[in-house]
């Protein structure tokens, strides 16, 4: 599966892979040296945490690079009145009498704690490109779903404020 996502998120993402090829590895390195010097490494808590923290630099590189080399490139915008990415959604779900409010974001940067929901969610795919008022069934599995209306739609961009989602 490729992974949609914009100029923007593919700019954080190489900005990121610099920092860490540049600022982290060299430190990783450095820390691997001091602990290796430390001596006896059967024994060396030190050399093993310095070792399993300069693999995981490296692994968080390569996902990135991997991430931008399969992306697909899709555009942050939307007509007027439709829902489109980065805008800010009032959400009716029928079942629970409940309003909530998310932001459509894509997959990198979803983080429903946030209140950011991502394209490829089950929501986030049902509710794209919808227009107040439309009552929309979001399908959680074959046999199970929802219904929301949408209430409000609120245009926003990307104001990059929004972490890439990491480990």
């Not at 540049?22 to 310095?50: H, M």
């Not at 209306?149 to 926003?156: A, D, G, L, P, S």
């Amino acid at each position: 599966m490729h992974d949609r996502l914009t100029k923007g998120d593919i700019k954080k993402m190489e900005e990121e892979i610099e920092y860490r090829k540049l600022v982290v590895r060299k430190e990783a390195i450095e820390a691997v040296k001091e602990a290796r010097a430390q001596g006896d490494l059967s024994e060396n808590f030190e050399y093993y945490a310095a070792k399993r923290d300069k693999n995981k630099n490296e692994s968080r590189i390569r996902y990135l690079e991997r991430m931008i080399k399969t992306a697909q490139v899709i555009e942050d915008t939307s007509k007027e009145d439709e829902v489109g990415l980065y805008n800010t959604v009032e959400l009716y779900f029928e079942e629970e009498e409940e309003t909530e409010t998310y932001r459509l974001v894509t997959t990198v940067r979803g983080n429903t704690l946030n209140g950011s929901v991502s394209i490829d969610s089950p929501i986030g795919k049902a509710i794209l490109g919808k227009k107040v008022g439309n009552r929309v069934y979001v399908a959680v599995s074959e046999n199970a779903g929802y219904h929301v209306v949408i209430q409000k739609i609120e245009k926003t961009q990307d104001d990059g404020t929004d972490k890439l989602r990491g480990f």
